[in-house]
């Protein structure tokens, strides 16, 4: 199984342009999640998904949107990219809201110019 | 929302001395989960606990689940260059801030 797969890896965007994040996993799991990472700020919720066609904000919602066409993909989507959002961003799936373990993908290097 | 606070934000250690990180809860928690974070890398799973005053060990990790069930820590013994990386306690979708461990060989 590969588990939580994300792309790209890295990218590099301007201010102002948009762009999705992709998200897929292959466990079968109803929760998805993404995050972001910037130092010193731990893993900062931004939107999760509780099944398809079900999704919600988390803690740092501005200047995302996510859907949940599928169980397996929950892409998220960098409306017009600001410098803030220079960041790394984690995608990641478990089978429940609570109580079970969460599995990420590698990560996404994100940098605004 | 519910918040897990983590400290302290950052350690340093010499191999071979001992390292905790603590999380607390101003709210009674149903199950905390630990998990650690290679530099580079990505969160991984560690373990989970959910009754009160748990302790459970995984070789020189020990982790404790307080009484209240408000807070926990991670104890590693003996640390190693291996052990670097940030441990970050978790409750439900929402994470600690972490710990950032170095270890100077």
């Known amino acids: 199984n590969a588990g939580v797969t994300q792309t790209p890896k890295f990218q590099v965007l301007k201010t102002g342009q948009s762009m999705t994040l992709q998200c897929a996993q292959d466990?079968?799991?109803?929760?998805m999640s993404w995050y972001r990472q910037d130092p010193g700020m731990g893993l900062r919720l931004i939107h999760y998904?509780?099944?398809?066609?079900?999704?919600d904000q988390g803690e740092v919602p501005n200047g995302y949107n996510v859907s949940r066409s599928t169980t397996e993909d929950f892409p998220l989507r960098l409306l017009s990219a600001a410098p803030s959002q220079t960041s790394v961003y984690f995608c990641?799936?478990?089978?429940?809201?609570?109580?079970?373990?969460?599995?990420f993908g590698e990560g996404s290097w994100l940098t605004v110019v | 929302g519910q918040q897990v606070m983590q400290i302290p934000q950052y350690q340093h250690v010499q191999e071979g001395e001992d390292f905790t990180t603590y999380c607390n809860s101003s709210t009674t928690l149903s199950n905390i989960q630990w998990y650690k974070q290679r530099p580079g890398g990505h969160p991984v799973f560690l373990i989970q606990l959910v009754k009160s005053g748990e302790v459970k060990k995984q070789k020189r990790l020990t982790f404790q689940f307080g009484e209240a069930k408000k807070n926990s820590s991670l104890h590693i013994t003996a640390t190693q260059t291996t052990d670097v990386g940030t441990y970050f306690c978790?409750?439900?979708?929402?994470f600690g801030e972490g710990t950032q461990l170095t270890v100077n060989p």
């Open positions: 466990m079968n799991h109803e929760y």
């Open positions: 978790a409750f439900r979708l929402t």
């Open positions: 990641a799936s478990s089978t429940s809201f609570s109580g079970n373990t969460i599995y």
């Open positions: 998904s509780v099944g398809a066609g079900i999704t």
